[in-house]
């Protein structure tokens, strides 16, 4: 990253530039900046070097940290300047009075360059080609495609009425497309229709099939959460191999898991749930220890000190990250890897006018680039993700994810981890 982050400026304008921070600085006990007000009034007045002074912290260990917390944001700016680079759309003014097609969704953080990049020069190319077609018959597109980092809230406003609701639309992750309160009264109406014929041989097997057979979702890819197990700290514990033995007593307050406004803390919770039912949720919050972001877990030069968590949840792309003389070793659970897969859904009645488009996010093309850059394997059949054939996944399942509520499961869920934490979530972030 070309830009460090610059201790000297004031809490309230580092949190400014890279939101992301935020949740870093309440686990590490600046708790009343979760409230946007207090963020301001408090924030506005003291350096962040001045403020981790406070908390008796060390300075260049949480400098360090946050430096990278933020380099795999810092392309996003760029990303979002190239949504503007399109001057050539020959119907950038005919939105008046025209059928606009729109297509929204949040795109991974590490591949969101390259794929938009794609994406643009497809769109040009299209727009360019069938301008003719498009004007006669009364319509045009838009996109918005943003960084996974910025969250959903801008995503859900958009469901207000079937006129609303995007023509396509891509998310990860299980808390947005299966939320019944939101979701529906689309889905009850047979408004989306996304088949996939063919998957990866990875995704589709005696053990594992992510094509919906009611053809209402579509799987462009996946993030998959590994054990990332800090050997310095385990202290004559034997190493984990599968999810059940985080729940030992051996394990109690040794783990860091993912942010919790994170895909893959939920994706977690609900595989846990699935397993090992109200008692998993217990015993996860039993060994719950703190809350990272995947990018302190890996960060370069990592030297143990004492009190490290022993055992981090990370996405499979950060675990790549690990080099080969750390003290960290990557264990991929003999009972799979925990899935937070990356869904497509199309609007019917719209699905042939944006079929190049949801064609492009399950072509070759992207599953290469999903694969490669990101470590974020693909359902592409015909893209190689190089994984050794004992390579497992845990997959939620269909008949799970449509017979329940998975909004208010997560809720739930989210209530009974934070209450089985008890006095320890005064430690962590909100």
Same mark, same amino acid.
């Given at each position: ?127 360019? /080609?069938?301008?003719? =077609?498009?004007?006669? $018959? ?5 996109? +918005? #495609?943003?960084? !996974?980092? %910025? ?96 729940? /030992?007593?051996?394990? =109690?307050?040794?783990? $860091? ?5 994170? +895909? #893959?803390?939920? !994706?977690? %919770? ?111 059949? +015909? ?48």
């Amino acid at each position: 990253m070309n830009q460090k982050i610059n201790l000297d400026d004031t809490v309230f304008a580092l949190t400014e530039q890279y939101p992301q921070i935020v949740s870093y600085l309440v686990q590490k006990g600046f708790a009343p900046l979760s409230n946007p007000v207090m963020r301001k009034l408090m924030g506005s007045k003291i350096s962040l070097k001045k403020a981790l002074l406070s908390k008796n912290l060390d300075v260049e260990s949480c400098e360090a940290e946050l430096n990278a917390l933020i380099e795999t944001e810092s392309l996003t700016e760029r990303a979002d300047s190239s949504l503007k680079k399109l001057k050539n759309d020959p119907f950038s003014h005919l939105t008046d009075g025209k059928q606009c097609i729109k297509i929204q969704g949040i795109l991974p953080c590490p591949v969101r360059i390259p794929l938009l990049e794609a994406f643009e020069e497809l769109y040009a190319s299209y727009t360019e /080609t069938h301008a003719d =077609e498009m004007k006669k $018959a009364g319509y045009t597109f838009s996109y +918005d #495609l943003r960084s !996974a980092n %910025l969250g959903i809230d801008w995503l859900a406003d958009a469901f207000k009425d079937e006129q609303t609701v995007p023509d396509l639309m891509l998310s990860t992750g299980f808390d947005f497309f299966f939320d019944k309160a939101r979701m529906a009264p689309y889905t009850k109406k047979d408004m989306f229709y996304c088949p996939v014929l063919h998957m990866n041989a990875d995704f589709c097997s005696d053990s594992i099939d992510l094509r919906d057979k009611d053809n209402v979702y579509a799987v462009i890819g996946v993030v998959p959460a590994l054990m990332v197990v800090n050997k310095a700290a385990l202290n004559g514990r034997p190493m984990p191999k599968r999810w059940a033995d985080l729940f /030992t007593d051996e394990f =109690e307050n040794a783990l $860091a898991l993912p942010f919790k406004d994170l +895909d #893959l803390f939920n !994706a977690l %919770l609900l595989n846990v749930y699935k397993l090992f039912g109200d008692e998993g949720i217990q015993k996860l919050a039993k060994a719950c220890g703190s809350f990272l972001h995947p990018a302190q877990m890996v960060k370069e030069n990592y030297t143990y000190k004492e009190g490290d968590p022993a055992v981090h949840i990370a996405p499979y792309f950060f675990s790549t990250m690990i080099r080969d003389d750390s003290q960290l070793e990557v264990v991929w659970p003999e009972d799979g890897a925990v899935l937070a897969p990356i869904f497509m859904l199309a609007k019917k009645e719209t699905c042939e006018k944006t079929r190049v488009f949801s064609d492009f996010f399950l072509s070759k093309e992207v599953g290469t680039l999903l694969s490669q850059n990101g470590f974020f394997p693909s359902t592409n059949p +015909d893209v190689d993700n190089k994984l050794d054939k004992d390579k497992k996944f845990l997959w939620i399942g269909w008949d799970f994810l449509k017979q329940n509520d998975i909004g208010e499961l997560l809720e739930k869920l989210n209530a009974d981890f934070e209450k089985a934490l008890g006095a320890k979530s005064e430690r962590f972030a909100v």
